[in-house]
């Protein structure tokens, strides 16, 4: 379960106790969950957030970047975050096929992140075209509107239930 925690939630100064008493009053376990966190929200008080960062990944939670490349953070810090994700924005995303500038930064980013041991998401997909690309230039995951539009959560788990069948069926013929 990937959650969004605002500037403000972030720089609270008990987050992390927050954090781990709902999941201990929760069937969810720490690995499941991953928090996204805007790459401003870090650049703001960097040293004082890697703490923050610390703590949750003891608990066992995974951290992401959100919005990675929007910002003006200063790439040296990437090193110290200990997060697991850099999710590219889907500014780069929605230009990749009219800026060629725009493809040089995704590749750069996903470089980046696989340098540094981290998993790269790119926001936004919403053509075969985008897919494609991103997916030639190893990208490891990818989201957007081309996978499906926000659904209500009868629908959501039909779909799930379905793409899941459809997997089980393909391994059973395969084997």
Excluded: M
Aim: negative net charge; glycine residues 4%.
């Amino acid at each position: 379960i990937a959650v969004n925690v605002s500037p403000r939630q972030f720089k609270q100064p008990h987050l992390a106790q927050t954090i781990r008493n709902i999941l201990e009053s929760t069937p969810l376990d720490a690995e499941c969950l991953e928090l996204e966190i805007t790459e401003s929200t870090l650049i703001d008080d960097a040293s004082k957030f890697i703490d923050t960062l610390h703590t949750l990944k003891t608990i066992g939670v995974k951290i992401a970047i959100d919005d990675f490349g929007t910002g003006y953070s200063n790439l040296a810090y990437l090193k110290d975050f200990p997060v697991d994700r850099l999710k590219i924005d889907k500014a780069f995303v929605n230009w990749l096929e009219n800026d060629p500038a725009n493809l040089a930064i995704l590749k750069a980013i996903i470089v980046l992140g696989h340098s540094l041991d981290k998993k790269v998401v790119a926001e936004g997909v919403e053509t075969k075209n985008q897919y494609d690309f991103l997916a030639s230039i190893g990208c490891d995951e990818l989201q957007g509107y081309y996978f499906s539009h926000p659904l209500p959560e009868s629908e959501f788990e039909a779909l799930v239930l379905s793409h899941h069948q459809q997997v089980h069926s393909t391994n059973r013929l395969s084997s």
